[in-house]
């Protein structure tokens, strides 16, 4: 049975999306059969950043029960992937609560499932959450992040499902002259107002961007830079 983990965050532009799609990659790279499911069934483009363009069959389509979940699998940089529909009327016929089902028939074929979700709170975050065994919060080192972090943690304990760690993303690195950036967090801080460890922290890297912008997996288009390195080192330590 896979192990299922939703990727987390309280607001947008923490690079949820990116991370969800190389941490998957770079599990398939350590042997694991894994499956990303992009849960955002509103706003989703996980699709574009894993080189499917124009996929036939979504999860919307799964969803509203036109198609079969079989057909809306690909198999993409190594990895299965289930790509969120880019339309609205497929938004619209689509049920969210059908994903926690959907997600457990998929459970015996895999050994991890990662979960890319919505950020903020709606019933459309609600769903992919509550498919997961666990749930790991991005965020990134500065105070309203870490707000909307507590309040992610807030919804886990209310679905009752275990919030596995944190990973702090875009973490700057002290300048030559032992600056840092005004009002960002430091780790202990975070970890601390969390009550949760820190599994991961990404540093701030221009691959990520210059990856963005090409359309391009980070841990496969830069696998040396210091970005990929953390991500990989965060699939290690889930790997076991």
Sequence with gaps: MAKV???????????KTTLTLNLGVALGQLGKRV??????????NAATLMGLYHPPVTLHEVL?????VDEALYRVNG???L???PTLEGFLKAAPRKLEILVKELSPKYEFILLDTPPG??????????AAQEILILLTPDPLALESALKVQTVAEALEVKVGGAVVNRVLRPSLLGLRRPKMLELKEIERKLGVGILASI???PAVMECALMR???????????????????AARLAG
């Design 203 to 205: 540093p701030e890297d």
């Design 64 to 68: 509203s029960g036109e198609k079969r």
């Design 79 to 81: 990895i299965s992937f």
């Design 5 to 15: 983990v939703a990727i987390a965050s309280g607001k947008g532009g923490v690079g």
């Design 35 to 44: 499956l990303v499911v992009d849960g955002d069934l509103a706003m989703g």
């Design 121 to 130: 709170v709606s019933r459309y975050s609600l769903s992919p959450l509550a």
């Design 216 to 234: 391009k997996l980070l841990v496969l288009r830069k696998p040396k830079s210091p970005a990929a390195r953390a991500v990989k080192t965060l």
């Design 83 to 85: 790509p969120s529909g």
